[in-house]
Nanobody, 115 residues
Framework: QVQLVESGGGLVQAGGSLRLSCAASRSIFSINNMGWYRQVPGKQREFVARITNTGSTNYADSVKGRFTISRDNAKNTVYLQMNSLKSEDTAVYYC?????????WGQGTQVTVSS
């Protein structure tokens, strides 16, 4: 079992930056995949980025070149650096920890980008 707590969301102007953090209640060293997803009202939650325990990363096409995911195993924390934000990035951002079929979600943090 692991609890995930996101932080760092807020209101930012288009073109600005935010860094989201996801703090885990225990070591994430052995967790295969840590990722970020986002959801807007009325739409399905969508994949944003993931990082494996070996450091491999994947990104949604919509955020490639603008967002960077990283993990600090010593701090049990995963980050999402978001640059060149667009109004379409507005959503609730969720942290996800996946080890095989065992998946845990955080409670989400709101990101609002004003144009």
């Amino acid at each position: 079992q692991v609890q995930l707590v996101e932080s760092g969301g807020g209101l930012v102007q288009a073109g600005g930056s935010l860094r989201l953090s996801c703090a885990a209640s225990r070591s994430i060293f052995s967790i295969n995949n840590m990722g970020w997803y986002r959801q807007v009202p009325g739409k399905q939650r969508e994949f944003v980025a993931r990082i494996t325990n070996t450091g491999s990363t994947n990104y949604a096409d919509s955020v490639k070149g603008r967002f960077t995911i990283s993990r600090d195993n010593a701090k049990n924390t995963v980050y999402l650096q978001m640059n060149s934000l667009k109004s379409e990035d507005t959503a609730v951002y969720y942290c996800r920890a996946a080890n095989g079929v065992i998946i845990h979600w955080g409670q989400g943090t709101q990101v609002t980008v004003s144009s």
